[in-house]
């Protein structure tokens, strides 16, 4: 910052200049300082152009910080979003496998008690038609005898 340089040679300038007698003021080559003022008028537009970049840039990168911090924040809340669907999709997966096993093993035992009713109801059928057969065997042997 070469602003800073000149004005430090300004006032090392000030301060080794010769006191009034009797005085707390200086004596001073007025064309030196107004060469070193004019020196720092034609610098100072310069550093304030370089100011106003830095403090442009500086606010430019913090909003595009800010930007990005929030595009992570909404990015998690809709992952969050997303994993207490997935778990609740995920929960109501397993609510409905178990209502469809238990249908299932309701159903199976509804068939296997129709299907044992069904081969009794055979069965019954088939030994009250053997009995009748067995009777007329019966019938027939006493009558061959």
């Known amino acids: 910052m070469e602003i800073f340089t000149l004005l430090d040679s300004l006032e090392e300038m000030i301060e080794n200049s010769r006191n009034l007698p009797f005085s707390a003021k200086v004596i001073v080559d007025g064309e030196e300082i107004l060469d070193m003022i004019k020196e720092i008028r034609l610098k100072l537009p310069e550093e304030l152009k370089q100011a ?7 606010e430019r990168i913090l909003l595009e ?3 990005e911090a929030e595009g ?3 990015e998690a809340e809709n992952r969050i979003i997303s994993m ?8 109501k997966a397993y609510e409905q496998k178990a209502e469809i096993i ?3 093993n309701e159903m199976s035992r509804e068939i296997s008690k129709g299907t044992k009713e ?3 109801n055979m069965l019954s059928s088939l030994e009250a038609t053997l009995e009748e057969v067995l009777k007329v065997v019966q019938n027939n042997r006493k009558e061959l005898k």
């Open 52 to 58: 106003k970049w830095v403090k442009e840039e500086r």
């Open 65 to 67: 910080a800010k930007k």
């Open 72 to 74: 992570i924040v909404k």
């Open 84 to 91: 207490i669907d997935e778990h609740e999709i995920t929960r």
């Open 102 to 104: 238990e249908t299932a």
């Open 118 to 120: 069904y081969a009794d």
